[in-house]
């Protein structure tokens, strides 16, 4: 019994944690001790280290498996991107804990369904964002540091850890990404997907 279980516990864990090792980038390079690197090179470092793209970014699948979509770069969850249905029983204590969409930026727990924000500088995205409000939804879990909660599986608890000067690299990174206009749909309850 204690085998099935571990067997199926590393089961779980590799659906959901191998696809986004595959899809995201290999650790990135360490910096060069003596090199002084800029507010943005060092946002850029973070963002590999920390695999934002992993979810932030929209994947394309190819051969090899999936890879980036670089024109949707951390632009979040396809606006126009259908949820389909999750049968009953799928999620809960007996079942599994979580699912995720196909490009890796809609997520369905027991909190409900989340979905990948825009990082991009657009309007729909972080345009009226400053690097005090951004540190603010890291330090607190809540959108724009005041609004809803911030659902998994966004780890906001660790990257509000992040020193401020960290945080405010992340932001300086982020706003130097191309635009993309992409309205990500707010969350869906758990009563609202449940069959």
Known sequence: MRDALLTRGLARWCLLVVPLMAAGACAPPEPAADAAMTLVERGE???V???CNDCHTPKLFTATGPVLDTTRLMAGHPAGDAV???PAGVIGPT???GLLSNDLTAWAGPWGVSFAANLTPDATGLAGWTAEIFTAAMRTGKHAGVGRP????MPWELTGRLT???LRALFAYLQTLRPVANTVRAPIPPAGFRQ
């Open 45 to 47: 470092y973070l963002t």
């Open 49 to 51: 280290a920390g695999h």
């Open 84 to 86: 389909p249905p999750i």
């Open 95 to 97: 079942a599994w804990g």
């Open 150 to 153: 911030i659902l998994p599986p």
């Open 164 to 166: 401020d000067d960290d």
